[in-house]
């Protein structure tokens, strides 16, 4: 038995109290157990086969490059050939700072980087793209989300990737889920947690190895490993209803210890249910991208703002 101020696992200093399981945990004992849940949660889903070369999404903020520093961690065990991948989305003073982050980070831990802008892809930044939107009803990140899932997968296809790995965290993940559930977009609820997606035509997989890990948690292993923040929040950042779910889940894990946890498994259970069913894609008629309508959501973006999209 751990005394009142010891860590239930070495008997050290205590420094983080883990609510929904109840133990107390040294800083040593923290950081090795959100490394070993990382890797339960990619063996429990099959994400990662030895000797995958894993792209790994980095937005240059605390999630993102802790998910590099675990997977730089867990590279051993896997084979892993690591690639740092970032979205300029041309942000006017805010992904300066973040890509800098990211460059320091990288360069400490020897991993390459490669960096693609919106500009590159669609001769547009994020800035004009948003100004050119007269339907108020579509959100600054619902553009800036599809835009930029497109442009990871152009990177990935670039760099020869498996796998390419997103720092969504269980949060995120829950948000979402009921982001979509509460806009009526059921189909989109029910296809946004599979824990591993392949989309037809693309060679690289997509994973979440901190699917299972919860956003306070990866905040204090940033800390704990000097990971840097960043100053400054996105500019559109509080458009979205997400703010408000994101209290609202936190509220209710507060008073319920673990309940997080149940509403991911009924996210997961829903998600699986789909997948059995159906999944079918077309190859969308104007870029011939895959998509899962006749036109593809990157598609309707760049005609309702009148983008141009590359050849
Ligand atoms: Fe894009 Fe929204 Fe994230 Fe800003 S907060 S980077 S607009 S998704
Ligand atoms: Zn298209």
Redesign the pocket.
């Known amino acids: 038995m751990s005394g009142k101020n010891q860590c239930s696992r070495c008997g050290g200093k205590v420094v983080y109290f883990r609510a929904y399981s109840g133990e107390k945990m040294c800083s040593d004992c923290f950081m090795s157990s959100l490394v070993n849940k990382t890797r339960r949660t990619i063996s429990k889903y099959n994400m990662l086969n030895y000797g995958d070369k894993v792209a790994v999404a980095v ?1 240059g903020g605390k999630d993102s490059l802790t998910l590099l520093h675990v997977l730089h961690n867990l590279s051993k065990k896997y084979g892993s050939k690591l690639i740092a991948i970032s979205v300029d ?1 041309g ?1 006017s003073g ?2 300066d700072e973040a890509i800098r982050n990211v460059v320091s980070v990288t360069n400490s831990l020897h991993i390459p980087y490669k960096i693609l802008s919106f500009n590159d892809v669609y001769s547009v930044d ?1 800035d004009k793209a ?1 100004s050119k939107r007269l339907d108020k009803g579509l ?3 619902t ?3 599809i835009l ?1 899932k497109r442009t990871i997968d152009i990177l990935a296809k670039t760099v020869n990737a498996d796998v390419v790995a997103t720092a969504h965290n269980l949060d995120d993940v829950l948000q979402t889920f009921l982001i979509n559930l509460l806009s009526g977009d059921s189909r989109r609820a029910i296809t946004s947690l599979p824990a591993q997606e392949i989309t037809k035509g693309f060679s690289a997989r997509r994973i979440r190895p901190f699917m299972e890990i919860p956003e306070a948690e990866i905040v204090f292993y940033a800390f704990l490993n000097n990971i840097p923040f960043q100053s400054q ?5 509080n ?2 209803i997400r703010s408000e779910i994101r209290l609202i889940l936190n509220d209710l894990e507060k008073k319920h210890p673990g309940i997080k946890y149940n509403l991911l498994k009924s996210s997961v259970d829903v998600s699986s249910l789909r997948i059995k069913q159906n999944k079918s894609y077309f190859n969308c008629s104007n870029c011939g991208f895959p998509s899962s309508n006749a036109i593809c959501s990157v598609c309707e973006i760049v005609n309702t703002l009148k983008l141009r999209y590359p050849k």
């Open positions: 937005s989305e942000i805010y992904r994020l948003i959100s600054s990140c553009i800036c989300g930029r929040d996105c500019p559109y950042m458009e979205s």
